[in-house]
């Protein structure tokens, strides 16, 4: 049903299957019985006239190390002195420190992204826009959505712009 659409299940570390996020609920499982109950559902090992008719095919969209920043901002400078870089108002970059230019310009953030920053919305968003297109029938959203420079939670920093 739509309850079980939102429950994942990843590897946890010694072969255990755990659910991850927020909206989950579940207790963890071992592998073994998760098979198994894959081969209640899925009719079992028995003979067949070939194994394609036992299962289904699925259109799966997997989604993987977003690294989602919503502070990246195009136009910001993509060689910033401490990352995170691509956001606003980053230090330029002073004395002998090397400049890509691209076109006589000085290398500046997309509003697609770029390799030297994390992902912003607008590449979220048109990745998913696209995949729409696919008409998956299941979508597998794996994790590692945190941008790589996160604030800071210690106590008594100031700027919230450590981690």
């Not at 659409?5 to 659910?19: D, F, I, P, S």
């Not at 894959?38 to 989604?63: D, I, R, Y």
């Amino acid at each position: 049903g739509a309850g079980a659409c939102r429950k994942m299940l990843v590897t946890g570390a010694g072969g255990r299957a755990r659910a991850r996020g927020p909206a989950f609920a579940m207790a963890p499982l071992r592998l073994p019985l998760l098979f198994l109950l894959l081969l209640a559902v899925g009719g079992g090992l028995g003979p067949s006239s070939s194994p394609l008719e036992a299962v289904a095919a699925l259109k799966v969209l997997h989604v993987t190390d977003v690294h989602l920043d919503p502070a990246y901002r195009p136009g910001s400078n993509v060689l910033c002195t401490k990352p995170p870089c691509c956001r606003a108002g980053e230090k330029e970059l002073k004395g002998n420190q090397v400049v890509k230019k691209v076109d006589g310009e000085k290398e500046v953030a997309g509003s697609l992204g770029n390799p030297n920053c994390d992902s912003p919305l607008a590449l979220l968003e048109s990745a998913l826009d696209a995949a729409k297109g696919l008409d998956p029938d299941v979508v597998i959203w794996t994790g590692d959505t945190l941008p790589h420079h996160r604030p800071s939670r210690r106590r008594g920093d100031g700027d919230g712009n450590g981690g």
